[in-house]
């Protein structure tokens, strides 16, 4: 059975076709530029790669030159979309609307529209993606839609609410939402999978460290708080995004520099975080590399991030009285040695103790803490696009 996992952006749309007998993947590819120029990028499993440039005007021509590069083009895998059982398309934002993955029906389709509110950037081009996919494929392949934010539905008021006046909350819905829930949850499950042990029974923190970062708390098998808030800009400091701050410095700088809402939204997403503060670079290696060769800034935001990661991992090891094992994933958490040995070195009196050597493991799943350490600590890589195809595939097994 394959599965065919779908992942639109405004501009462009990844994707991947996953053999489920054995959860490989098939051929994955990038569509980019849609509604300026068009552009695909597709590579199989076995090398063949195939790479066009073909006006994609809309998401529909997108899709076709999808399926023309899995069925007709030099790295074709199979011969008619048919031998495709369904389609999963990752949605950034369910709202409290959605608490797990669904299939798309008219009215879930309205629903993630409206929920474009709160995620103007993604949620029309996933409704966009869906609504193409309907047109190319017909209602002959289920399409299925799993959502970033359904893990943290489990959070208690407590933990996601904003000590704003409740009306807010009331009438725009402004409360945490969390992101990145598809990622915390598939790591999640790993590090029970590898503990021997029902989730239920376990004390986990799960660290999404790339160019978006958030940490999870996760206790008796569900989410009991989350770094990300209403949108993904909450948390600790990113590749561009600032995370949490005083939302009257902000206010401040408005005033001082004439700003409007949309430019302190711009400075907050795109101009903060890594980038802000040491001028060089949103990415964890170029940041690191000015550190070494002796640049300040670049310091100073390497400390920033590293002491703010593991300011939110103590808080969650306090709301859940205590913690059993720690998880790094995402880009910078499965390659950065140093981050997690400040990170473990900070814990040691918890009891955490790092394993230097296996802690040098880049990008493989590994414990990392030695047989003495009272709390497991692993990089587990994750697998949104996997997690995705498996939610795919029980939802039309129901
Ligand atoms: P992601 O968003 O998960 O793709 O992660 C992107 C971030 O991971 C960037 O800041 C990269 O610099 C960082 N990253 C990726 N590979 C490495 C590596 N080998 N060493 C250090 N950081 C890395």
Not at 312 to 325: E, P
Not at 358 to 378: F, H, P
């Amino acid at each position: 059975m394959k599965i065919f996992v779908v992942n639109a952006g405004s501009s462009s749309l990844k994707y991947q076709l996953i053999d489920m007998e054995n959860e490989q993947v098939i051929a994955k590819g990038l569509c980019e530029r849609i509604g300026v120029t068009g552009k695909i990028s597709h590579k199989a499993a076995n090398g063949a790669v195939y790479e066009a440039e073909t006006p994609m005007p809309t998401h529909s021509e997108a899709f076709d030159a999808v399926v023309y590069a899995l069925t007709k083009s030099e790295a074709k895998v199979i011969d008619s979309f048919d031998e495709i059982s369904a389609i999963g398309h990752r949605i950034v934002q369910g709202g409290s609307i959605f608490p797990k993955s669904c299939l798309v029906t008219p009215d879930v389709l309205t629903k993630i529209e409206e929920l474009g509110a709160l995620a103007p950037l993604h949620n029309p081009a996933h409704a966009l993606a869906i609504r193409a996919c309907i047109k190319t494929f017909g209602d002959k392949i289920p399409q299925v839609v799993v959502f970033d934010t359904s893990f943290h539905q489990t959070m208690p008021p407590k933990a996601f609410m904003y000590a704003l006046p409740y009306e807010y909350y009331e009438k725009y819905g402004v409360r945490k939402y969390g992101a990145h829930g598809t990622s915390h949850r598939f790591v999640s499950d790993r590090v029970a999978a590898i503990e021997g042990k029902p989730k239920a029974d376990l004390k986990i923190i799960t660290c999404h460290l790339g160019n978006g970062c958030s940490i999870t708390a996760i206790k008796d098998g569900v989410c009991v708080d989350t770094s990300m808030g209403f949108t993904p800009l909450d948390g600790f400091m990113m590749g561009t995004r600032s995370g949490t701050l005083d939302p009257s410095a902000l206010t401040f700088i408005a005033e001082k520099e004439n700003l409007s809402a949309a430019d302190i939204n711009r400075i907050c997403n795109k101009e903060s975080g890594m980038l802000g503060i040491s001028g060089v670079s949103n990415d964890n290696r170029d940041v690191s590399a000015a550190a070494e060769a002796g640049n300040q800034r670049a310091q100073l935001a390497t400390d920033m991030q590293r002491y703010q990661i593991l300011k939110f991992i103590g808080s969650y090891i306090a709301a859940m009285n205590g913690v059993d094992a720690i998880a790094f994933t995402g880009g910078i958490g499965e390659n950065d040695p140093e981050l997690r040995e400040y990170v473990c070195e900070n814990l040691a009196f918890l009891g955490v103790q790092i394993d230097r050597e296996a802690n040098r493991t880049r990008g493989k799943e590994i414990r990392i803490s030695t047989d003495e350490s009272r709390v497991n600590v692993y990089i587990i890589p994750t697998n949104e696009e996997l997690a995705i195809a498996r939610d795919t595939l029980a939802i039309i097994s129901e």
